[in-house]
């Protein structure tokens, strides 16, 4: 009514386009807000940024230089060395007499057979040396067999001398086969009858009994019996290209043998 109290139930009117501004801004900062709580959330959550990769040039060494190894030089082929074919210089060989040294001059009497005739006596060595014995001293007579024995080399000269065959030397070599006792030196003494002797030494390197005869006919062949020695032992001893394998035998009629014979004709 005109002129009455408005009541509590009457609103203020309200103009319209303000309130459609105002809402407009209040949706314009909700808008801002949301923006900014989102962006807010968005940067808390995203990761905390790796540290930049360390440049390589400062963190890795510079690597050494790759460098080829040097071809191998080709090793130089060596020239064929040529077989050596080996001559052996001959060895001039001494004769008997150089060997036997200056002792060895044989003398007139070399090649002159004693009055009364040679007898030798003997097993093989002497038979090795027979053609010398008979170059040197002619007429000689020679009695060796193979294997003899003392025992047997006395009776041999028992035998001549009872039939009448023994020449007024006698030339003795025996024990190369076994031994030579004393009483077998008294009975060759004996047996000899008074004639010249001379007994050769034996030679063998592998006989035991080669020492004690050697000393036998060292001790008993005398000059008071008419007896001589010849050391047949020392020149072959210092002459062992003159023998064979065995070392106690030498090829017939060789080196050793003239030697040999030229040892018996020092001593007749």
């Keep these: 009514m005109p002129g ?3 009541t509590s139930s009457q609103q203020p009117s309200v103009d319209k386009p303000t309130v459609t501004k105002r809402i407009a801004t209040a949706g314009v ?3 801002v807000a949301a923006a900014g709580c989102s962006a807010s959330r968005t940067a808390a959550e995203a990761p905390s940024p790796s540290p930049p990769a360390p440049s390589l040039s400062s ?3 510079e690597a050494a230089p790759i460098v ?3 071809s191998p030089s080709p090793k130089p082929t060596p020239a064929a060395v040529p077989a050596l074919k080996w001559t052996p210089s001959p060895t001039p060989r ?3 007499a150089a060997a036997l040294g200056p002792a060895a001059a044989l003398g007139p009497n070399a090649g002159i057979t004693p009055t009364g005739g040679i007898t030798a006596i003997g097993d093989s060595v002497m038979l090795d040396a027979a053609p010398n014995l008979r170059s040197l001293l002619p007429g000689i007579t020679i009695d060796a067999v193979v294997s003899r024995g003392v025992d047997a080399g006395i009776a041999g000269v028992r035998s001549l001398a009872g039939a009448g065959q023994l020449g007024s030397s006698v030339v003795v070599h025996l024990g190369t086969n076994g031994t030579f006792t004393p009483a077998e030196m008294d009975q060759l ?4 009858g008074g004639r010249r002797l001379v007994l050769l030494t034996n030679h063998c390197p592998y006989c035991s009994w080669t020492p004690s005869n050697n000393a036998v006919i060292e001790a008993g062949c005398t000059p008071a019996r008419r007896c001589s020695v010849a050391d047949w032992n ?3 001893g210092a002459n062992p290209q003159w023998f064979g394998r065995d070392g106690v035998h030498m090829p017939i009629g060789g080196t050793g043998g003239q030697a040999y014979a030229e040892l018996v004709v020092q001593h007749l």
């Excluded at 003494?189 to 000899?192: D, G, L, N």
């Design 94 to 96: 001494r004769s008997a």
């Design 189 to 192: 003494v004996a047996a000899a």
């Design 68 to 70: 080829e190894p040097p």
């Design 234 to 236: 020392g020149l072959a």
């Design 59 to 61: 963190s890795v060494p």
């Design 29 to 31: 900062a909700i808008l």
């Design 4 to 6: 009455s109290t408005r």
